[in-house]
């Protein structure tokens, strides 16, 4: 997908968040990015917690429900469909031959990559459909899932809650590595307990 063509998503879903059925777009975009969207519902999730921070916790809710609903189809997708559906959306976002190397070493660490996968940039969909493909377990699919969606979306709605318009700047800005240094933090955390304990 180009550069142009992201921008021009992005710019719709700010024009959707100031929308009166906003709520409903929320719901369906963090549906949908669990297993084909290429942008986070971030962007619609931030301006709608500005505007009204009284009911920035439901939109952190509704996003990580909607997101581990949404993460089910990308696992249906990988586990019934990969070679139907599933390659097509890996070859688009350029992680098809990548792909098949990640799948060798996946299941060991499923539940970590879940998590890691959850709560970072990391292409959310890309994880959701290599769960389904590797037949990761699905109720620990499910668990990671969980915690790392509403870890992202629960540590957003806080930033916004408390920190109100100065923390958009901040987020639009270093979102990607707050995420990836919590979710390195997170992992690396399981993997202490996993070898330490």
């Known amino acids: 997908m180009s550069r142009s063509m992201i921008r021009k998503a992005y710019e719709w879903m700010m024009r959707l968040a100031a929308h009166h059925n906003a709520t409903w777009a929320l719901a369906i975009v963090a549906f949908i990015e669990s297993s084909v969207f290429p942008l986070p519902p971030d962007a619609l999730l931030i301006p709608m917690g500005l505007a009204r921070r009284e009911r920035i916790w439901w939109y952190a809710a509704l996003c990580t429900l909607a997101s581990v609903a949404g993460g089910m189809l990308g696992y249906v997708i990988g586990y019934f469909l990969f070679d139907t559906i599933g390659q097509a959306i890996l070859d688009f976002y350029g992680m098809g031959e990548k792909f098949h190397t990640f799948t060798r070493w996946y299941n060991e660490n499923g539940a970590a990559i879940v998590l890691f996968a959850g709560i970072t940039p990391f292409p959310y969909k890309v994880i959701t459909i290599a769960s389904g ?6 109720a620990i699919f499910m668990a990671a899932s969980a915690v790392a969606r509403g870890l992202r979306f629960f540590l957003l709605a806080g930033l916004l809650y408390w920190f109100g318009p100065a923390a958009r700047n901040i987020l639009e800005k270093y979102l ?3 995420t990836l240094a919590l979710g390195i933090l997170l992992v690396g955390g399981f993997i202490a307990i996993r070898y330490l304990v």
């Not at 493909?133 to 699905?138: D, E, H, P, S």
């Open 133 to 138: 493909v590797t037949g990761l377990n699905f």
């Open 176 to 178: 990607g590595w707050i």
